[in-house]
């Protein structure tokens, strides 16, 4: 083989490297949680023990259309795979259903939470980027991946990431067509102005190999985040409280 073929092999495999790279998700110091024990389930509802309480239940449904209203607070069965989530050990541990069952905090759908408007913001699929009041805003990075309005309606979640534009093209909103979405970064915004509440942070997620299924606690001090698989989560606490 000749020294320009050689040369050209090498070019072409570092450029490929680089451009995997470049796809690649980095990983904050967010904790990943495993929750491959609901067997791939699409849809999951949250509630706390009891009011004003700071832990998390996690309940999933394995069905594939919208869950009822009346399964959302029926009692889980035996059976059922319940995790808890400890905020000061970051802990997500598997629990019996009766504590789902025991618990008094309010139950949020949240497949029903993102079906909810999520105006005076708006959504420019043309460019991916989000809009108040038909104005741009500035997010953490310039493509967005999700937008989900707070159970109170102050506020709204909202993912970005960087995308590469080789082939940005995708028939499902969000889901980053043939490019990389690179790290997301969630932030919290009011409704009442546009405005920032707190920090943007880093999530350990990337729309190569996830969906960005998004759900507030009730008292909205959490937002979940879910891949599309139903086998990882993360948490982010929002420092946001009800009311406030």
Request: charged content about 20%.
């Amino acid at each position: 083989m000749a020294f320009r073929d050689i040369l050209m092999v090498v070019l072409l495999s570092l450029g490929g490297l680089l451009l995997g790279a470049s796809c690649r998700r980095r990983a904050p110091d967010l904790p990943v949680y495993d929750t491959a024990d609901w067997g791939g389930a699409g849809q999951f509802v949250l509630r706390s023990s009891a009011p004003g309480s700071t832990d998390l239940l996690l309940r999933a449904f394995a069905v594939p259309e919208p869950v009822a209203a009346h399964r959302v607070t029926s009692a889980p069965s035996p059976d059922s795979v319940i995790y808890r989530y400890q905020p000061g050990a970051q802990r997500l541990e598997t629990v019996r259903a009766s504590a789902w069952t025991a618990a008094t905090g309010e139950v949020c759908d949240c497949v029903a939470q993102e079906a909810q408007p999520i105006d005076p913001f708006g959504v420019d699929y043309q460019s991916d980027t989000l809009t108040f009041q038909g104005r741009a805003v500035t997010t953490a990075k310039p493509s967005l991946a999700n937008v989900v309005p707070s159970p109170s309606g102050r506020y709204v979640a909202v993912v970005s990431g960087e995308r590469t534009r080789r082939h940005s093209f995708s028939p499902v909103p969000f889901m980053g067509g043939g490019g990389c979405i690179e790290q997301h970064y969630h932030e919290v915004l009011k409704r009442s102005d546009g405005t920032r509440l707190g920090a943007a942070v880093a999530l350990p997620l990337s729309s190569v190999n996830w969906g960005t299924m998004a759900c507030w606690s009730c008292d909205e001090r959490y937002v979940v985040y879910r891949d599309s698989a139903g086998i990882i989560l993360c948490i982010v606490p929002t420092d946001v409280e009800r009311g406030e």
